[in-house]
């Protein structure tokens, strides 16, 4: 499956943005997604995944309550709501998809989209 992420840009503290992951192929709902970020100079993190159907979610302790995953299997399409941006939000956010259910370790995914940039202003 082909992933392109998109939905980045520029945010005060405080603000929001909607990432989206749109995927190619038509069996889509047969990955489980995840949202990994990646600032200068460090490795990428788990920020949030979501199963093959979207009814479970799991998310790293630093963005809980904030950010939101969810996914349109009829769009091929998961997004990352993120609502009450911080500065350390700041990063390249990726998501990545795997045929064999989620997980929070990147190297267990096999497709990854080209990322997109978040800044966030203090």
């Known amino acids: 499956v082909q992933l392109q992420a998109s939905g980045g840009g520029l945010v005060h503290a405080g603000g929001s943005l909607r990432l989206s992951c749109a995927a190619s192929?038509?069996?889509?709902?047969?990955?489980?997604v995840g949202w990994f970020r990646q600032a200068p100079g460090k490795e990428r993190e788990f920020v949030a995944t979501i199963s093959r159907s979207g009814a479970g979610t799991t998310y790293a302790d630093s963005v809980k309550g904030r950010f939101t995953i969810s996914r349109d299997n009829t769009k091929n399409t998961v997004y990352l709501q993120m609502n009450s941006l911080k500065p350390e939000d700041t990063a390249v956010y990726y998501c990545?998809?795997?045929?064999?259910?989620?997980?929070?370790?990147?190297?267990?995914?096999?497709?990854w989209g080209q990322g997109t940039l978040v800044t966030v202003s203090s």
């Open positions: 192929g038509r069996t889509f709902s047969s990955y489980a």
């Open positions: 990545g998809a795997r045929s064999s259910g989620v997980s929070l370790y990147p190297g267990a995914y096999d497709s």
